[in-house]
């Protein structure tokens, strides 16, 4: 690992267990063990760091939801997706480290303003990851000529996600019920 990436990795480490205003530079370059010079080499600022750390965890995630969502039908998509959150819940899903809710949307909390650079590549993450569940969908042999019905569907998974990574998080707790097959299935043949 060249000292950039062991930067990145210390600094998504610390930014996503305790916050972006949490965790100061000072904090990263003691634990990392870098020269503030170097740091300073690679990042002009802590935003150039933290817009780096979100590139790599969405990186990262997006390879993980492409991994778990590629199934042979829109029922599997769907199970696959919870499935793999259910892990990610439980800590057992290493790529993504010990679960703290979502980065992006802790990021973007941190972050409010719209055009604010760090605000904005939290949405892109967002819309590239139902991007990723409706190519999911579209790849199934019951979707691929329907892309209106996989948007639908996309959407709704989408937002089921969503809305168990908030509940985990403030909840603090892994065990959330997840959507039942039948739900699963209703939501994917109406």
């Known amino acids: 690992m060249n000292k950039r990436e062991q930067i990145i990795t ?15 530079i000072n904090e ?8 503030k010079k170097t740091l300073y080499n690679h990042f002009a600022s802590k935003d150039d760091l933290i817009l780096a750390c979100l590139a790599t965890r969405d990186k990262n995630f997006n390879n993980w939801l492409e991994q778990i969502c ?5 029922l599997d998509v769907a199970n696959g997706l919870f499935k793999g ?41 967002k819309q590239a990851v139902l991007k990723i569940i409706l190519n999911a969908l579209l790849a199934t042999p019951q979707l691929k000529n329907n892309k209106a019905k996989a948007e639908n569907i996309a959407q709704t ?13 403030v909840m603090h707790t892994q065990t959330l019920v997840m959507p039942s097959t039948a739900l699963l299935k209703h939501i994917i043949q109406s």
Do not use: M
């Open 10 to 24: 210390t600094a998504l480490n610390l930014f996503y267990s305790k916050g972006l205003h949490a965790v100061g």
């Open 28 to 35: 990263i370059l003691a634990v990392s063990g870098i020269a």
């Open 70 to 74: 590629e199934k042979q039908n829109a």
């Open 85 to 125: 959150l259910t892990n990610w819940f439980n800590n057992a899903v290493p790529e993504l480290g010990d679960f703290n809710g979502c980065f992006f949307i802790n990021a973007a909390a941190e972050y409010p303003l719209a055009a604010h650079t760090i605000a904005i590549q939290c949405k892109a993450h």
């Open 157 to 169: 998974l989408f937002i089921l996600k969503e809305g168990l990574i908030c509940q985990a998080r």
